[in-house]
Every structure is written in structure tokens, then in C-alpha cells.
């Protein structure tokens, strides 16, 4: 078919599975089965589908008045979730990985990019906000990265982002996953201030987890490494952790519904992961 003005003044090409590409990739710390390995929990996890509460809560709170770009956006699960959520808006996957590019078209996401975010038309697509869901973790100089990401945003953007927390909880899954650290809120507090970035908003969820995963994961670990052995974590453990009884299920929701009503007018102090929303002067 003929190249389109878009493509030309890009230099992105529409691809036989209908995904934008440039012809030049980088490696990123995540590992190359990790999309395949994240697309085979998603669905029915409680874990991916609290996080996706707390991204449309916050994003119900902080609005974005344009169009949103989801970066290092996986296999689509968050890009398909808000889509649905915000039909008036377009929401955009922007992923290095190609298998994760493959993964959301499979998912129904209409605008995949296979590129880093600096080949994509931020102005062009009118992006006022982006998401950043468990992505910086995977990145070893995450000052560059996020300041780099802002300058091409307009003043006023929001920036949505979720992350582990606690260096104390760190396990061999950190490991596995390619993760540089685990946060906590004062470390964002001082990654906006040195990005030139306004702190907006910070809490941390999934408050019952850090106990389960202290006994569960970090202590072991850190057992483990004291008498030299290595602890591996395999994807039928992850898929068991990731689709709890349903007695824990019904828990979790209503802790979930309880964390998601404090997230609309406050926050919380004590949690598993971060979420952070950050603004661009």
C-alpha cells in the first residue's frame, strides 16, 4: 500500500499485523519472555486487575483533557482497560517488545507502537498524559529516562506511575524480572524534584501484601543467599499466586474496594507497590 504522509514525516512503518515500527530497537533490563510470561496471568489476575482500578481512580482524579500514551506498555492490558474506560480519548501503546505489540493486537488495541518514546508524535497524537505502570524499576539511570520522557510533553501533563516498593521485599523475582530497585514515596519525591517535575500525588497499594511477601519471598531469599543456594521462581508458581483461592479472592476485594475508596479522596502510607502521579511545569 502507499506511504502515508504520517509515515513519511515519522519514519514509522505500518507493518503486516498492523503495528507502527522503526527499524532500530535497543535492549531493555526486562527479560525477552516477559511479555509471554505476563500475558499468561493477566486476564485472571486479581493482582493486574487492582492495579488497573487504582490507574482508572487515579486517572479519575487527576484528569487528563486529551489523549494518553501508556509507555513500556506490555501486552495492552492497561492501554485495552482504559480504552474502554475513556471512549472519547485515544489511548496509545507505546512497547519496545515485539511480542508485547503482538499480545495487545490479539487484546483488540487499535494503536500499538513498536518504539522507544522518543520516535513517537507526541504533539501530532495531542498526549497530555502518560502511564508508566511497573516500567522505571526496569530502567538503571531512571533520573535520564523520566526527565527525558517529560520534555515532550506539554506543560501541565501528568505522568501516572506505578512501582514495587521496599527494597526490604526484594526477591529472586526482582531478579528474574530485570528490576534495578524497588522505591518508596521519598525517592520519588527527590526523582521529581531532580527532573524538574512537580510531585502531584503519592501512595502506596496493595497494603496487605508486603507481610505475605516478606514470608513468602524475601525472607526465603534472603536464607537462600546466606547458605549460597539460588531460588528460582517459575511461571506455574506465579500463575498460583496470581489466581488466589476464592476465599482469598473474596478478601482481597474488599480490601481492594477499601484501598480504591482511599485513593479517590487520600492516601495510603503502607503497601507493596507505589503509585505516584507527577506533573510537567
Do not use: Q
Given at each position: 500500500?502507499?506511504?502515508?504522509?504520517?509515515?513519511?514525516?515519522?519514519?514509522?512503518?505500518?507493518?503486516?499485523?498492523?503495528?507502527?515500527?522503526?527499524?532500530?530497537?535497543?535492549?531493555?533490563?526486562?527479560?525477552?519472555?516477559?511479555?509471554?510470561?505476563?500475558?499468561?496471568?493477566?486476564?485472571?489476575?486479581?493482582?493486574?486487575?487492582?492495579?488497573?482500578?487504582?490507574?482508572?481512580?487515579?486517572t479519575q482524579r487527576f484528569r487528563f483533557t486529551q489523549n494518553f500514551a501508556d509507555v513500556g506498555g506490555g501486552n495492552g492490558f492497561q492501554v485495552k482497560f482504559l480504552a474502554e474506560k475513556y471512549p472519547d480519548k485515544d489511548i496509545f501503546l507505546i512497547e519496545p517488545g515485539y511480542a508485547g505489540c503482538l499480545n495487545a493486537k490479539k487484546r483488540g488495541v487499535k494503536e500499538a507502537y513498536n518504539i522507544f518514546f522518543q520516535e513517537f508524535p507526541f504533539d501530532e497524537k495531542k498526549i497530555d498524559a502518560v502511564g508508566l505502570f511497573d516500567v522505571i524499576?526496569?530502567?538503571?539511570d531512571d533520573k535520564a529516562f523520566l526527565a527525558s520522557l517529560a520534555q515532550y510533553l506539554p506543560s501541565g501533563s501528568h505522568i501516572f506511575i506505578t512501582v514495587p516498593a521496599h527494597q526490604w521485599l526484594w526477591s529472586e523475582v526482582d531478579d528474574?524480572?530485570?528490576?534495578?530497585?524497588?522505591?518508596?514515596?521519598?525517592?520519588?519525591?527527590?526523582?521529581?524534584?531532580?527532573?524538574?517535575?512537580?510531585?502531584?500525588?503519592?501512595?502506596?497499594?496493595?497494603?496487605?501484601?508486603?507481610p505475605i511477601m516478606?514470608?513468602?519471598?524475601?525472607?526465603?531469599?534472603?536464607?537462600?543467599?546466606?547458605?549460597?543456594?539460588?531460588?528460582?521462581?517459575?511461571?506455574?508458581?506465579?500463575?498460583?499466586?496470581?489466581?488466589?483461592?476464592?476465599?482469598?479472592?473474596?478478601?482481597?476485594?474488599?480490601?481492594?474496594?477499601?484501598?480504591l475508596s482511599r485513593l479517590r479522596k487520600s492516601k495510603m502510607s503502607f503497601g507493596a507497590s507505589c503509585a505516584v502521579v507527577l506533573k510537567t511545569k
Open positions: 500500500m502507499p506511504v502515508s504522509e504520517e509515515v513519511k514525516n515519522t519514519g514509522l512503518v505500518l507493518d503486516k499485523n498492523n503495528i507502527w515500527r522503526a527499524s532500530h530497537a535497543e535492549k531493555m533490563s526486562y527479560p525477552e519472555e516477559g511479555n509471554n510470561y505476563c500475558f499468561a496471568v493477566e486476564d485472571n489476575s486479581f493482582w493486574f486487575k487492582h492495579r488497573n482500578d487504582v490507574i482508572y481512580t487515579l524499576e526496569h530502567i538503571e528474574e524480572s530485570g528490576h534495578y530497585r524497588r522505591y518508596n514515596l521519598a525517592m520519588f519525591e527527590k526523582l521529581a524534584k531532580d527532573c524538574n517535575l512537580e510531585f502531584t500525588y503519592g501512595s502506596y497499594i496493595f497494603s496487605y501484601l508486603p516478606g514470608i513468602l519471598r524475601a525472607i526465603p531469599f534472603r536464607i537462600s543467599k546466606l547458605f549460597g543456594k539460588t531460588r528460582k521462581n517459575t511461571l506455574d508458581a506465579e500463575l498460583d499466586n496470581h489466581t488466589p483461592s476464592k476465599l482469598a479472592t473474596v478478601i482481597f476485594d474488599k480490601i481492594h474496594n477499601w484501598e
